[in-house]
């Protein structure tokens, strides 16, 4: 099973809301990131987190507030977005290693934001 | 730090026909390489990956891709396009050594797969 399930697919929001968006994989990865894909770009690294620690933060918005509350979960708690933080939001996770560059990526399905 | 550059962010194709996508990397050592591709409204999914091991790569849907340390090149191809393989397909490099996966993408090609 190489499954990444994000929920929920789709989330709109307002300016003042506080929501979170939920990732989970069983399959024993011990690295987990979030990745936001603005329309017909790449997707561009926000966090990661190994071993259930925070171990990049690409320096996002504190509105933004990841968590990571075990293993096979990981969470991201919005508040006060802006519209142009609408976005698709993809969660993947991955095996650590010494070599770990190599190491697969599985992505979700993503969640897609809209902010009014 | 290093990056990596898809030549063309749009590339149409015939049913049948040869596709080449071009990606270039900029990195004094050998990075780790990656071709992802994205369905609409759906995640990334590995296609290939380059670790070193061999310089052509195999990987699913009939595509592989040839890594040239001399070009900095790691173009993915498939000998003929099938209306399925319209997508977009991201070029992606990771450093070696990293106890973690940063990944890096570049801007993405855009297939359009005509009948």
């Known amino acids: 099973d190489t499954e990444v399930t994000q929920t929920p697919k789709h989330l709109v929001m307002g300016m003042t809301n506080k929501k979170s968006l939920k990732c989970e994989q069983h399959?024993?990865?011990?690295?987990m990131y979030w990745y936001k894909q603005k329309a017909k770009k790449p997707p561009e690294l926000m966090f990661v987190y190994s071993y259930e620690k925070l171990s990049i933060n690409e320096s996002v918005p504190s509105r933004f507030s990841p968590e990571c509350p075990n293993s096979s979960l990981l969470n991201l708690h919005l508040h006060a977005l802006q519209p142009e933080d609408s976005a698709l939001y993809l969660c993947?996770?991955?095996?650590?290693?010494?070599?770990?560059?190599?190491?697969?990526?599985?992505f979700g399905a993503g969640t897609r934001l809209s902010v009014l | 730090a290093q990056s990596v550059t898809q030549l063309g962010s749009h590339v149409s194709v015939s049913e049948g026909a040869l596709v080449l996508l071009r990606c270039n990397y900029s990195?004094?050592?050998?990075?780790?390489l990656f071709w992802y591709v994205q369905y609409p409204n759906q995640g990334l999914q590995l296609l290939l990956k380059?670790?070193?091991?061999?310089?052509l790569v195999k990987g699913i849907n009939g595509f592989e891709a040839e890594f040239k340390k001399s070009e900095t090149s790691f173009h993915l191809t498939k000998p003929s396009a099938h209306m399925s393989d319209a997508a977009e397909y991201f070029c992606?490099?990771?450093?070696?050594?990293?106890?973690?996966?940063?990944?890096?993408f570049g801007g993405g090609t855009r297939v359009l797969v005509k009948p």
């Open positions: 399959m024993g990865h011990r690295a």
């Open positions: 990195s004094s050592v050998p990075p780790y």
């Open positions: 993947a996770s991955s095996q650590l290693g010494v070599a770990g560059g190599q190491n697969i990526q599985y």
């Open positions: 992606a490099v990771s450093p070696q050594g990293a106890a973690g996966n940063k990944l890096t």
């Open positions: 380059y670790t070193s091991a061999a310089t």
